[in-house]
């Protein structure tokens, strides 16, 4: 180990010998540097690197540790690669064609509970809070709006509850019109909050069973699988009558004037966690020094887009093509603080997306088990677990330790301030903040599945 550190010290030596002799580079000098012990950077195990991520704006951390040089910063070269779906996203990282990648917080996590692909991944950082939109065609919405208090001036009254769905859902039934809704995968965010805004109103989601992997059972609204860029095709040609999704393709549906959102799961749960970034515990093994790089330059980049003035260059960066490549009017709807509901209708929501305020990048074990309890609730994990289960498959996944080394360093470095650390034991205090105000306490997952009307329950074992 020590014969093969000296051999990269020398290379990366060279390189900047080379590039001091041509011009040079950011990229290069930032690999010397991290490359000397003496000066406190990390030696970097593998500095070649490729991320993967899904077209949505909340990839953002990502794009702007690359675009704003963060990863070199660390000695990192980095290649990022837009993603087709979620199921590609995570068979790559698996398989290590990905060295890691913006995902669904549901996908290491079903993943290490055994439902679907099982592999051994690990997220030491979660890339932001809130983000997503429940969408519905404007024929629903015709029909849900006089179900809808309204203020003086005649603008419907939020949060709007899916009780004002739930009219509708069955003049559909009546009819023989089946109403689908979409989301963007099993595991995603998207399924557990669009299914917990339907429960919280008595329509039943679906539950899945080992015979019915669509989670149908018992649904009074079908839920089925959309990627996330072919959500407003797919509603404006009648396949679904709405859908549940990140930005900017919710927007994107009042840009086009096909759809109206109708809530925001910053009003089903406050301040939720959305994505994450994943690796495989193998690559965070092998090359440990790299994985608290990434961690790092990640971090500053989400405190960057959480620093006031900064959203519309950051809006700039996401319309790029190799990025997010949608209007920039269109993801600016969202991503400066601002969300538009039906059109014209455009609110202040400065808390729409967050990426750093609220310790939003700390992998928190509260907010992973709060999925587990969704995937148990509706059948995704088929048996009954006791409480110490949830703990132990959580903190196999969610990796703090990871993101205290990246954040101790960036003090040191001053980028960060220690005031800025959370002090935690990995859980969130217990929480009201859901739409139906119902209480959710990390350390009591049994009791909190057992304390819904819809859904399965927990025995106590």
């Not at 794009?63 to 590609?88: C, H, M, P, R």
């Not at 996908?107 to 890339?127: E, H, K």
């Not at 966690?273 to 971090?299: D, G, Q, R, S």
């Amino acid at each position: 180990m020590k014969y093969l550190r000296n051999n990269i010290l020398l290379l990366l030596i060279l390189a900047g010998f080379i590039a001091g002799c041509s011009g040079g580079s950011k990229t290069q000098s930032a690999s010397v540097v991290s490359a000397k012990e003496s000066s406190g950077k990390l030696l970097i195990e593998k500095p070649q690197l490729t991320f993967g991520f899904i077209k949505l704006t909340d990839m953002a951390p990502l794009a702007i540790a690359k675009e704003l040089g963060y990863f070199e910063d660390e000695g990192l070269y980095v290649t990022i690669e837009a993603q087709s779906n979620w199921k590609n996203v995570l068979d790559r990282v698996i398989d290590g064609q990905l060295d890691g990648s913006h995902m669904l917080a549901g996908q290491p996590i079903a993943a290490g509970a055994g439902f679907g692909r099982q592999a051994d991944l690990v997220t030491p950082f979660s890339m932001d809070l809130n983000g997503n939109g429940i969408t519905v065609s404007n024929e629903v919405w015709t029909k849900m709006k006089p179900n809808v208090a309204s203020d003086e001036d005649g603008k419907p009254i939020h949060p709007i509850k899916a009780d004002a769905l739930a009219p509708v859902v069955k003049e559909y039934k009546t009819a023989g019109r089946p109403f689908k809704m979409g989301m963007v995968f099993p595991v995603s965010t998207h399924n557990y909050e669009i299914r917990y805004w339907l429960g919280a109103a008595g329509i039943h989601p679906g539950l899945y069973t080992a015979d019915n992997i669509q989670g149908q059972v018992d649904a009074d609204v079908l839920l089925s699988v959309t990627p996330p860029p072919q959500m407003p095709a797919t509603l404006e040609a009648g396949t679904i009558y709405g859908y549940c999704v990140g930005e900017p393709w919710n927007q994107q549906a009042v840009f086009k004037g096909i759809g109206v959102p109708v809530t925001t799961n910053y009003d089903i749960w406050k301040n939720n966690p959305e994505k994450v970034f994943v690796m495989t515990k193998k690559f965070v093994e092998t090359y440990p020094n790299t994985a608290v790089a990434v961690t790092k330059a990640l971090i500053r980049a989400a405190k960057w887009l959480d620093t006031p003035g900064n959203r519309p260059k950051a809006v700039g960066i996401l319309s790029m093509p190799a990025y997010v490549g949608a209007d920039s009017v269109v993801i600016a709807n969202s991503m400066t603080g601002t969300f538009e509901f039906e059109k014209g209708d455009k609110r202040s929501m400065p808390d729409f997306n967050v990426f750093y305020r609220y310790d939003a990048t700390f992998p928190f074990y509260s907010d992973g088990i709060w999925f587990l309890t969704q995937m148990r609730r509706w059948g995704q994990i088929p048996e009954s677990k006791p409480e110490e289960w949830y703990h132990q498959t959580i903190k196999e996944i969610y990796r703090p330790d990871i993101w205290k080394q990246a954040a101790k360093k960036l003090v040191e470095e001053g980028y960060l301030s220690k005031e800025e650390l959370p002090e935690t034991d990995g859980y969130k205090d217990p929480t009201t903040d859901f739409i139906d105000g119902k209480m959710y306490d990390g350390k009591d997952p049994v009791g909190y599945i057992n304390s819904f009307s819809i859904g399965y329950k927990d025995e106590t074992l």
